[in-house]
T-cell receptor, first 109, second 114 residues
Framework: GEDVEQSLFLSVREGDSSVINCTYT??????LYWYKQEPGAGLQLLTY?????DMKQDQRLTVLLNKKDKHLSLRIADTQTGDSAIYFC?????????FGAGTTVTVRA | GAGVSQSPSNKVTEKGKDVELRCDPI?????LYWYRQSLGQGLEFLIY????????KSGLPSDRFSAERTGGSVSTLTIQRTQQEDSAVYLC????????????FGPGTRLTVT
C-alpha cells in the first residue's frame, strides 16, 4: 500500500473552502508538499512546508502540519472552478519524493 | 523563465523496441529527477542526478532501464526491449541544487507500448 495516504475524491461548491487531508508515515521526512495536476498536464508545485513548521499560508492556500499525528492538510479558500484538479501530497525522504495516490477535487457551481 | 521541458510529449512504440526519453531541466538546475506515473503504481521515483552523476539507481524497475546526463544539463532515460507494463507517463523534475526542496516538474512523456 501507499506510505502516503489521501482520500481519493472531494466535491466542493464554488466559493466554499476545500480541505484535503493526507497522512504520511516517515517521521524523518524533511519537507511535505502539495502538487496540483490538471488533466493532461504535469505536476505543478503548489506549496510545501518544512517539517519543523506547523502552518504555512500563501494567498488562498493554508497548509497545516501535525507532526505528532503525521497529518498534513491543504485548505483552499474561496474554491474556484479552476481549482478542479488532482492534488498530490508528497513527503521528501533524503532526495526523493514519495507521493500519495492523489485526491480528485471537483468544484460544482 | 523556461520550465522543465520533455520530449517527445507522446510516444507509441511496439513491444520489444527501444525508446529514448529526453529531459531539459530548468537552466542552472544541478539536480535532476525522473519519476514514473502509472495507473497501477501511482507516482514512483526512478533515479536522480547530481550533476552528471547518478548515485542511486535502485529505483529503476529493471536492468532494461538506464539513464544518463551529460554536461550537467540534458538527461536521457532509455528503455530497452519495451514491455507493455512500461506504458506510463514519465516525468522529469529539477531543482536548483540537490538540497533545494523545490522540485519543478516537466509536462511528461506519455509512453504507450503496443
Amino acid at each position: 500500500g501507499e506510505d502516503v495516504e489521501q482520500s481519493l475524491f472531494l466535491s466542493v461548491r464554488e466559493g466554499d473552502s476545500s480541505v484535503i487531508n493526507c497522512t504520511y508515515t516517515d517521521s524523518s521526512s524533511t519537507y511535505l508538499y502539495w502538487y496540483k495536476q490538471e488533466p493532461g498536464a504535469g505536476l505543478q508545485l503548489l506549496t510545501y512546508i518544512f517539517s519543523n513548521m506547523d502552518m504555512k499560508q500563501d494567498q488562498r492556500l493554508t497548509v497545516l502540519l501535525n507532526k505528532k499525528d503525521k497529518h498534513l492538510s491543504l485548505r483552499i479558500a474561496d474554491t474556484q472552478t479552476g481549482d478542479s484538479a488532482i492534488y498530490f501530497c508528497a513527503e521528501r525522504r533524503d532526495y526523493k519524493l514519495s507521493f500519495g495516490a492523489g485526491t480528485t477535487v471537483t468544484v460544482r457551481a | 523563465g523556461a520550465g522543465v521541458s520533455q520530449s517527445p510529449s507522446n510516444k507509441v512504440t511496439e513491444k520489444g523496441k527501444d525508446v529514448e526519453l529526453r529531459c531539459d531541466p530548468i537552466s542552472g538546475h544541478t539536480a535532476l529527477y525522473w519519476y514514473r506515473q502509472s495507473l497501477g503504481q501511482g507516482l514512483e521515483f526512478l533515479i536522480y542526478f547530481q550533476g552528471n552523476s547518478a548515485p542511486d539507481k535502485s529505483g529503476l524497475p529493471s536492468d532494461r532501464f538506464s539513464a544518463e546526463r551529460t554536461g550537467g544539463s540534458v538527461s536521457t532515460l532509455t528503455i530497452q526491449r519495451t514491455q507493455q507494463e512500461d506504458s506510463a507517463v514519465y516525468l522529469c523534475a529539477s531543482s536548483l541544487t540537490f538540497g533545494d526542496p523545490e522540485q519543478y516538474f516537466g509536462p511528461g512523456t506519455r509512453l504507450t507500448v503496443t
